[in-house]
């Protein structure tokens, strides 16, 4: 006898959408079947026309604990993952004081951690001037790869590299790389301002372009694993389709917030929708859905990045002051699912772009899919419901949101972890360490 089965007739397997039976045995998916077929199990849950998803893989949090614990913390970032049916994050290496930058650092986080995960979690490093001697030592430990910073982070224990300073770290260990990619010389300084144009002149296009040719340059000479971090500015394709096509190991995320919202619809004062670099104008963001379409973006991924009300300045309205971070790992599958329905893509590209992809991006074959072998991560999905997005019923530690009073599509019913429910009342998530080989 197994243990569960979950049957749907929206079951969306790696061959596509289709009627099955996903039979769960000691965590794992032990086999796909037909609909119909008997099964002895311990559970047997038929979802009928609910959609059945592998959970999804959100590689771009951040936690922020230990250190700024107000701002987020483990157990309520994990608690906002399965209630959005996200069932495996990995943790950027700031906001946290320390930063994940040594191999002593990690301990604190994982010992911060520890016990009070709802989903499973994994780490990035980071990479910052002057500890390139402490990457190989980090990497063994197993974190997923290293980001680093060609812009300011935004705090002071996590500064950029400069060109050469990446090239160091590349050169340091043959690991992935992530790159928030700003190119600083482009950037200004935001004038005190209510106005979201004042703030969007200040970080035009060119700073990313500029950027990306910069960390692709990088790649080239290393012959590294490079990804463009949370990619805004369409301007910037071209130049990851170049390098793709010269073979260089290249690729890019964009995020819910650039491929939904619209810079000219952003209310004055409406700071909870800044976020570094900035959400763009229409005809950019059709550029990058058409990048996503065709492959050329590979995932989309939340940058969670909370604070807490008084750092985005709600009271004052000025982008120029405020934190730059938007929240919405819990939001994220209804967001791109309205969005992405509305455009004639399938719950199979939303699943391939949110769930697959960054699974891949990683290394973890055992995520992100429905398939015979894999983590039983699954999530029952109404994709027909709608709702209207309330601040209340988030569960992330600071819930503000630009998302708040939009209706979407798309509502999470159930996620399992390992076959398990999340309830949000016995956390049972898991430390993800990648394979050392």
Known sequence: MVDLVLRSRRAVTPDGERPAAVVVGAGRIVAVEAYEAVVEAAEDVDLGELALLPGLVDTHVHVNEPGRTEWEGFATATRAAAAGGVTAIVDMPLNSLPPTVTVDALAVKKDAAAGRIHVDVGFWGGAIPGNAPDLPALHAAGVYGFKAFLADSGVPEFPPLNPGQLAEALAAVPAQFVVHAEDPDH?????????????????????????????????????????????????????????????????????????????????????????????????????????????????????????????????????????GGIASVQLGLPVIWTAARARGHSLADVVGWMARRPADLVGLTGKGRIAVGADADLVAFDPDATFVVDPARLHHRNPVTPYAGKTLSGVVRTTWLRGQAVTGDAPQGRFLIREVS
């Open 187 to 323: 950037l200004h300084a935001a004038v005190p301002s209510s106005a979201y144009a004042d703030f969007l002149a200040s970080r035009p296009p060119r700073a990313e372009h500029a950027a990306v040719a910069t960390a692709i340059e990088a790649a080239r000479a290393a012959g590294a694993r490079v990804h463009i971090l949370h990619l805004s500015a369409a301007t910037a394709l071209p130049l990851i389709a170049a390098a793709r096509a010269d073979g260089l190991r290249v690729t890019a995320e964009t995020c819910p917030h650039y491929l939904t919202l619209e810079a000219a619809e952003i209310p004055a004062g409406a700071t909870e929708f800044k976020c570094c670099p900035p959400i763009r104008d229409a005809a950019n963001q059709e550029q990058l859905w058409s990048a996503l379409a065709e492959g050329l973006i590979t995932c989309v991924v939340s940058d969670h990045s909370p604070c807490t009300p008084d750092l985005k300045r709600q009271d004052t309205g000025d982008f120029a002051a405020a934190w």
